[in-house]
């Protein structure tokens, strides 16, 4: 027998005498698989769910916690001159002065100076208790506080999606889903009175994005929430709706009555013509035969009612009653004439 074939038997003698051994070990071994997979399904399952009753994703939970403070190498709170050294002279001016607009191939870029700082106390409760933004604008404007900047946005309308700018790691063209995911959910909205844009400001970072068919459009940094100074309102689109439905309703029914007005002359007209053709076919010959007299019972009531038509019109006080005596007299004379042929 070779050493080999020794081996192996003894390997074999040695497995046969702890075969109860290995078949504990062996069971042992699978049922830790078995637990240790079932608690990674069970993990894997939960998190699915967890991430559909939750949409901002667990990247949230590494939100920036620092504020944004420039954009466009233009940084918050300073001087017009500042800006306009940094960016040369602007394309427009609005609102006094407040309002610079630079128009640089397909990129803008929008800087406002209305910064809250340079109010005292009393006049920044003011400004703040005004509803409207325009009447906030207009008491703002009434204190006069040197011009620093508040507002820096950037608009790119050519391939917005490679543009260099950024906030946050999102850029223009970055989908809503990414805005959540990097900065959290929307804390501070304002809708366009068209209904077609949103603004999303983030008052603790110092930004806001304007999106449109949920992306990215406009990049803000500013020192407070950006609002549309007209915006969306659900009452005033229900009343427009109203007024839009009542008019409808209105023009409907007037021109049901038209139809209405119109069809009724159509059906007098035609009963007018219908009873002249009557009448015509009725006094065919009612000359003839008032000559010969041979008049029939419908001759008589034509020969009265001509005998009627006559005397009504009659230039006399006493005629004036159809039913009166004077009138009946001139009918009954009348008709004895026409009748007698001396008409």
Known sequence: MSIGSALVLIALGVLFYLRPKVFFITMKV????????ALGFGAWYGYGKYKESHPKSWLSSFRPNSKQTQLEGIALGARKV??????GKPTTEDDNG????????TKTVIVQFYDLSGLS?????????????????ELYESF???????????????????????LFDLHLGSSEKDMIDKVGQETEISVSDDGLRKSVSYPDLQVAFELSERKITKLCVSTHAVKYIKEYDEKAEAQAKLEKKQAEETAAAEEAERLKRQAELEA???AKKLREAEEARANEGFDDRLRTGKTTPADLEEVKKMAGRFCAKKNDDRYTTTNGYFYNQCVESRVRDILAGNL
């Not at 106390?121 to 604008?137: G, M, S, T």
């Not at 309308?157 to 950024?166: G, K, L, Q, T, V």
């Open 144 to 166: 006069n506080p040197p011009p620093k900047v508040s507002l820096i946005c950037v608009i790119d309308s050519n391939n917005p999606i490679y543009s260099d700018e950024e």
């Open 30 to 37: 699978c049922g830790v698989l078995v637990v240790v997979g």
């Open 82 to 87: 500042d800006v306009t050294v940094a960016l």
């Open 268 to 270: 007098n007209a035609r």
């Open 121 to 137: 106390k009393a006049q920044l409760e003011q400004v703040l208790a005004a509803k409207e933004i325009d009447k906030r604008y």
């Open 98 to 105: 407040r309002r610079l607009t630079w128009q640089k191939d």
